[in-house]
């Protein structure tokens, strides 16, 4: 596709469901990211896959939170019982390579009620 | 501690006025440092960015500075226009993860 795709671009959940985020980067794109920005913040780094690996996962905040990219294209990000703070947009970027640029998706805005 | 300080938080110019945001950062082994531009309800988008070999560097109406010794960067935003408002954050990044800063909110009003 033209850009990096996201979806849902909205997702609403109750305290202690499932949920997943998919994301789709820009074709041939090898790296890839998640980063969660909650209200009036910078984008704060999640994980980063260089091909259908986890390069760098550091940025996850507890095992509820996990990603894949099994075919090192899409890749989902999988959050377990969900809590009120995991509430955030979840952003998605990818790159030709780990050292330039980032292109990012919309997002999609995590609700947790 | 892998830390970006950003400043304004939020900014106010006349139209054809000059934008001016602050960044600083701790960690020497940062050696990218993008500047991103972000309107409500889109992802970031890269603006211009800077490696720590060069002092300055400019694109367009955007020009950043980069200060080594003093591990400072900042963006100018030259002959501010309202499409230019928005959110910016600076960044920097070594190999992989970027760190953000906090965000500048800039309004430019005609």
């Known amino acids: 596709g033209a850009g990096v795709s996201q979806t849902p671009s909205n997702k609403v959940t109750e305290k202690g469901k499932y949920v997943e985020l998919r994301c789709d980067p820009i074709s041939g794109h090898t790296a890839l990211y998640w980063y969660r920005q909650s209200l009036g913040q910078g984008p704060e780094f999640l994980i980063y896959?260089?091909?259908?690996?986890?390069?760098?996962d550091s940025g996850l905040p507890n095992d509820r939170f996990f990603a894949v990219r099994p075919e090192g294209s899409v890749s989902t990000l999988k959050i377990q019982r969900t809590e009120r703070g995991d509430s955030a947009v979840y952003l998605c970027?990818?790159?030709?390579?780990?050292?330039?640029?980032?292109?990012f998706g919309q997002g999609t805005r995590l609700t947790v009620v | 501690q892998q830390q970006v300080k950003q400043s304004p938080q939020s900014l106010i110019v006349q139209k054809g006025g000059i934008s001016i945001i602050n960044c600083a950062y701790e960690?020497?082994?940062?050696?990218?440092f993008p500047w991103y531009q972000q309107f409500p309800g889109k992802g970031p988008a890269l603006l211009i960015a800077?490696?720590?070999?060069?002092s300055e560097k400019k694109e367009g109406r955007f020009t950043i500075s980069f200060n080594k010794s003093a591990k400072q960067f900042s963006l100018h935003i030259m002959d501010s226009q309202p499409g230019d408002s928005a959110t910016y954050f600076c960044?920097?990044?070594?190999?992989?993860?970027?760190?953000f800063g906090t965000g500048t909110r800039l309004q430019v009003f005609p």
């Open positions: 800077i490696r720590p070999d060069v």
């Open positions: 960044a920097a990044s070594k190999a992989d993860k970027l760190i």
């Open positions: 896959f260089q091909g259908t690996g986890a390069a760098d």
């Open positions: 960690n020497t082994a940062f050696d990218y």
């Open positions: 970027a990818s790159s030709n390579s780990r050292d330039t640029e980032a292109f």
